[in-house]
């Protein structure tokens, strides 16, 4: 197992656009997380999953932002009429709950809004 | 609010200094406290973690040190080279949930 995988690694967008991005976690983990950082910033908490099971998302997800783990393996998130703002790194982490509770990160997908 | 806050946000050392960076957390029920490098339009990469019924952690040169009743957590680099310069963010898991993440320590280490 290579790790945290994320598609793709950068992403470019027309203001307006839709855009999808894919996490394929570490294959033990059961819980998977997305995270957002803008230049600067540390990482800031957008949505967890425990298998298949959303259970928790930030006030920072507007309902522009859907994420999907259909199957409690790999997961999405969809940003509908991206906006400039939505610039930045999109993290996925992944971890075994029940275990230390370490989050191991992937390289992240870069978006960027024009 | 549960908050962290990572001081200096910026160090440039020259090589062979040890150093320490600071982060400190304003609540603390904490489940575990991490450290994480991250190197410019990368991912993170864990350096250390430790449970909160720990006290440090050790990995090579660096050594990770926990307080919760101060609310406190230092990370010290020995003997520092010039690849670890990167940004080191430190980040306190609540409830098994959700990490909180400081703004980071950017790092330059110079020859």
């Known amino acids: 197992d290579t790790g945290v995988s994320q598609n793709p690694r950068h992403k470019i967008t027309k203001r307006g656009q839709n855009v999808t991005f894919r996490c394929d976690p570490i294959?033990?983990?059961?819980?998977l997380y997305w995270y957002r950082q803008t230049l600067g910033q540390g990482p800031e908490f957008l949505t967890y999953?425990?298998?298949?099971?959303?259970?928790?998302k930030s006030r920072l997800l507007s309902d522009r932002f859907s994420a999907e783990r259909p199957k409690g393996s790999f997961s999405t998130l969809e940003i509908q009429r991206t906006e400039q703002g939505d610039s930045a790194m999109y993290l996925c982490?992944?971890?075994?709950?029940?275990?230390?509770?370490?989050?191991?990160f992937g390289s992240g997908t870069q978006l960027s809004v024009l | 609010k549960q908050e962290v806050t990572q001081i200096p946000a910026a160090l440039s050392v020259p090589e062979g200094e040890n150093l320490v960076l600071n982060c400190s957390f304003t609540?603390?029920?904490?489940?575990?406290l991490q450290w994480f490098r991250q190197d410019p339009g990368k991912g993170l990469t864990s350096l250390l973690l430790?449970?909160?019924?720990?006290r440090e952690q050790t990995s090579g040169r660096l050594n990770a040190s926990l307080d919760k009743s101060s609310g406190r957590s230092t990370l010290y680099i020995a003997a520092s080279q010039p690849g670890d310069s990167a940004t080191y963010l430190c980040?306190?898991?609540?409830?098994?949930?959700?990490?909180?993440f400081g703004t980071g320590t950017r790092l330059q280490v110079f020859p």
């Open positions: 982490a992944s971890s075994f709950m029940g275990g230390a509770e370490k989050l191991f």
């Open positions: 294959s033990e983990h059961n819980r």
């Open positions: 999953f425990q298998n298949e099971a959303q259970l928790e």
């Open positions: 609540d603390s029920a904490i489940y575990n």
């Open positions: 430790i449970q909160s019924s720990q």
């Open positions: 980040a306190v898991l609540y409830n098994t949930d959700k990490l909180i």
